[in-house]
């Protein structure tokens, strides 16, 4: 247990720990090329930080929790073995708060939950191909979102008016709760790396702006609910058949292999353009 004030300056910082690392009060590294925090525990880490970068290890069963006062970087892994992982940034001031680096999160076993929230920035991790790799994923920013995932469900919520949100799923995903914004547009690309479809019952608004969903390897059905995706203009390609309800102004819908079909349920008047293979 972490039970002081943690203070270093410019330089690197090594917390190992043959259990949990625990502590309520905050680990601060102060800014320099060196100031990494590096924590290795078995069974869980929830700590409090004001650090620059980030490289945290849970060997065995327990979960990652990082509050972070300002923004973060993740300069190394964040991983469990079997367990959830939480990070927030922007707990402690009102300036910028990005979460940002080239570190993977992996959130290993049954419990792999990961929840990643920035509270005054965003959240930025697409340097790799599914840099983030869990269960269910939760996303919550104020700015834009741009991420690279590997999950099976997904939720993400952008709270200022015009950011954006991008996701590329390496396989087929979720949309288990909602994915929106405040009048930016949403991509979201799947089937990166395998087949697998874009299902669900969350809902995906944009407001004024646009959505596009692409699935290089699979379907797209969001025909769950009424209006479940709501935009101004919506574009869907897959490989195969598409459902959708939608709210939109304009609608493209494409399904490219042989014999796939796309269906719209519409619920105000818009124009409409589909094709599928035949």
């Known amino acids: 247990t972490i039970g002081s004030l943690v203070t270093v300056q410019n330089a690197p910082v090594t917390i190992a720990a043959t259990q949990a690392i625990n502590g309520p009060s905050t680990i601060r590294v102060l800014p320099g090329a060196n100031a990494n925090l590096t924590l290795s525990a078995s069974t869980g880490i929830n700590v409090f930080t004001d650090v620059d970068s980030l490289t945290a290890n849970v060997s065995g069963t327990g ?80 700015n834009d979102v741009a991420v690279n995932t590997n999950v099976t469900s997904l939720a993400v919520n952008v709270t200022s008016a015009g950011n954006t949100i991008v996701i590329n799923e390496a396989n087929g995903v979720l949309i288990s709760s909602n994915i929106s914004t405040v009048n930016g547009p949403i991509s979201i690309t799947a089937g990166l790396a395998s087949s697998g479809d874009v299902t669900g019952s969350g809902r995906i608004s944009a407001g004024t702006a646009n959505v596009a969903i692409t699935n290089t390897k699979g379907g797209v059905s969001l025909s769950v609910a009424t209006g479940q995706i709501a935009a101004n203009n919506l574009t869907v390609t897959a490989q195969n058949s598409v459902a959708v309800s939608t709210n939109v102004t304009n609608v493209n819908v494409t399904a490219t292999a042989f014999g796939q079909s796309a269906t719209i349920q519409q619920t105000k008047q818009r124009s409409e353009e589909h094709t599928s293979e035949l």
């Open 63 to 142: 979960d990652i929790a990082i509050s972070e006062n300002n923004s973060l970087t993740l300069a190394g892994n964040v991983t469990t073995a079997n367990g959830s992982i939480s990070i927030v940034t922007g707990t402690d001031t009102t300036v910028n708060s990005d979460l940002n680096g080239t570190g993977r999160i992996t959130a290993g076993g049954a419990s792999g939950n990961i929840t990643l929230r920035s509270n005054n920035g965003s959240v930025i991790l697409n340097s790799a191909a599914g840099q983030v790799t869990g269960s269910f994923l939760n996303i919550a920013a104020k």
